[in-house]
């Protein structure tokens, strides 16, 4: 018989679980409607439009591909300075490099406000850097690096990087050689995924971009924050609407290339012990070969 206690336990978890998705994804479709219909206040009585999205690109693209542009830049930047620092720190586990690996997440534990207002006072008299897009971008390569560094260690720690690196060394390759051939292949993982949280990270963040932005250099966020502050809700809704049809798609990349690596990982594991086992049936031959002669 059906013992009665894990089926209500059962339906018990799979209805929280459907109140949370609920409590969180409600909120969102009534933000995506507004967005399309001609007023919020009447509803989905007043008809449907797509005038408030027109609106809004005609108003707001250039912050859409200044978003786009900085959130690029920032991975690049991220990927040049985190992959080589998470390859020394995951070499020489040492206390200095545990207190350089809890210096880099200072401005994660920082507030983003005092973050840049650290980065006006130390750089703000350089007019020409001031208003420049590239000092929103140091802003963010200083908040988002320590989530690549961080996924990039976490591979790292789990393989034997020492055995690799000998190896390679006894082969004849060198220092880069090494990094480039024999690192960067076994840490696809760590970077993909860092590379996705850098990404998303860099287009959503407001904190820090609403201090270091000027008028020229508005991002997506702060777009979004003038929108529901000084124009029509549905304006701000569909402002929304674009956001979310930006970032889903690059999410939904980021997320295929995660698992087109993981099962490239997978089939290379399977066939590594069919690659080992191949040579052992001319062992019999060689044996029998040695009896015949003696």
């Given amino acids: 018989m059906f013992p009665v206690r894990p089926r209500f336990r059962y339906w018990l978890q799979l209805a929280l679980t459907l109140a949370v998705c609920l409590f969180m994804i409600v909120p969102v479709v009534l933000s995506v409607l507004a967005g399309f219909t001609n007023n919020i206040f009447v509803g989905l009585a007043s008809g449907l439009t797509t005038r408030w999205i027109e609106e809004v690109w005609s108003l707001y693209r250039n912050t859409i591909f200044l978003s786009l542009g900085i959130a690029l830049a920032c991975l690049a930047c991220t990927l040049v300075l985190g992959v080589p620092a998470a390859y020394y720190m995951a070499l020489r586990r040492n206390r200095v490099t545990r ?5 880099l997440m200072l401005p994660v534990a920082i507030p983003g406000l005092a973050t840049a207002l650290g980065l006006i006072l130390l750089y703000g008299q350089w007019q020409a850097l001031r208003t420049s897009w590239v000092f929103i971008l140091i802003g963010h390569v200083l908040f988002t690096l320590p989530f690549m560094v961080r996924a990039v260690l976490a591979i790292l720690s789990a393989i034997d990087i020492r055995t690799l690196e000998e190896a390679a060394a006894s082969l004849g390759a060198g220092r880069m ?17 860092g590379a996705l949280m850098v990404v998303t990270l860099s287009v959503g963040e407001f904190n820090l971009t609403w201090m270091l932005h000027t008028p020229t250099t508005q991002t997506l966020p702060v777009g979004l924050a003038d929108s529901y502050a000084s124009m029509r809700l549905e304006i701000g809704s569909a402002y929304t609407i674009v956001f979310f049809v930006m970032i889903i798609p690059l999410l939904v990349l980021m997320q295929a290339l995660t698992a087109m690596g993981a ?5 290379a594991r399977a066939d590594a012990p069919s690659a080992v086992a191949a040579p052992l049936p001319t062992a019999p031959a060689a044996t029998s070969t040695e009896t015949r002669h003696a």
């Avoid at 207190?99 to 210096?103: F, V």
């Avoid at 050689?177 to 993982?189: A, S, Y």
Wanted: proline letters at 4%; aromatic letters at 8%.
């Fill in 177 to 193: 050689q090494r990094f480039f051939t024999v690192i960067l292949p076994n840490c696809r993982q760590g970077i993909l995924a």
């Fill in 99 to 103: 207190l350089i690996e809890e210096l």
């Fill in 263 to 267: 099962r490239a990982r997978r089939h």
